[in-house]
Each structure stands twice: as structure tokens, then as C-alpha cells.
């Protein structure tokens, strides 16, 4: 029963991020924005980055009391590829954040938007770690699966 609980509060928290990562990629738009969707990108993001902390959080509750236990789990080489995936999307989605923030308080000082080029770099930044976010389920199911195993 924990281990059904462990992966379920995994993929929820998972799928959470995903949303909340793909909203930012569809509102950072240079089309689009305005101040509301300033505020909103901030908001979105605030979730998206307590859904990325809740995948951490959840990923290292199934390391300490999952089925195969920890040292068969930090002996696998695949749950280093997973956290350095982790890593590199988290590093995108904390500069994301402190972009945003810069933002918005460059429209409430300046009462100015950001330009197209900067939207557009932000927006591939969030963009890659939508993408990088695609290999963890595979690299998640193979370690589960025991493939490359130690």
C-alpha cells in the first residue's frame, strides 16, 4: 500500500509541474503580453515551481521508503541520469522565476513590458525544460523496471 501511495503522490506532483510549466510556455508570448499576464506568468509560475519541489520532495519519500529500498535505488545509474534531468529543469525553472519576478517589477517601477527578445529567450528557457521533462517519465519506468541495473 505505501508503495501504491509513494508512486501515485509521484505522478500527481509530476503531472502537476507539467501543467504549470506548459502554462508558462503558452502565456510567454510576446503577442500576449500585457501586465495581467505578467501577474498571471508569476502566479503560474509560483505553482509550477511548489509542483517541481513536490516531484523532488515525492521522488526522494520513494528513494527512502520504496519497494526496492535505498541502497538498491542510489546504487542505479539511471536515478543519477533522472536527478540530473531534474537538476538542469530546475535550474531552467528557477531562472525563469527570477526573470518573471524582474519583470513584473519593471512594470510596476517603469511601467514597462519586457521586449520581444527577451520573451522569446524566457520562452525557450521554459520551453527546454518542458522537453528535458519527457525523459524522466522513461528514465522513472526503466529504473522501476530494473533495466540497466546494478
Do not use: C
Not at 543519477?80 to 528557477?94: E, R, V, Y
Amino acid at each position: 500500500m505505501l508503495e501504491t501511495l509513494l508512486v501515485y503522490t509521484h505522478i500527481l506532483a509530476f503531472l502537476s509541474w507539467t501543467v504549470f510549466l506548459t502554462s508558462q510556455t503558452a502565456l510567454a508570448r510576446p503577442e500576449w503580453i500585457n501586465a495581467a499576464v505578467v501577474d498571471r506568468l508569476v502566479r503560474v509560475d509560483r505553482i509550477a515551481l511548489a509542483a517541481g519541489a513536490a516531484v523532488l520532495a515525492t521522488g526522494l519519500a520513494r528513494v527512502a521508503w520504496g519497494a526496492k529500498g535505498p541502497q538498491w535505488t542510489l546504487a542505479q545509474p539511471l536515478l543519477w541520469g533522472k536527478l540530473a534531468l531534474f537538476g538542469w529543469m530546475a535550474w531552467d525553472s528557477w531562472r525563469a522565476h527570477l526573470e518573471y519576478l524582474r519583470w513584473q517589477r519593471m512594470l510596476q517601477v517603469h511601467g514597462q513590458l519586457p521586449s520581444a527578445d527577451v520573451i522569446d529567450t524566457q520562452r525557450r528557457r521554459v520551453m527546454r525544460a518542458a522537453h528535458l521533462m519527457m525523459w524522466l517519465p522513461l528514465l522513472g519506468v526503466m529504473l522501476s523496471r530494473g533495466w540497466f541495473a546494478r
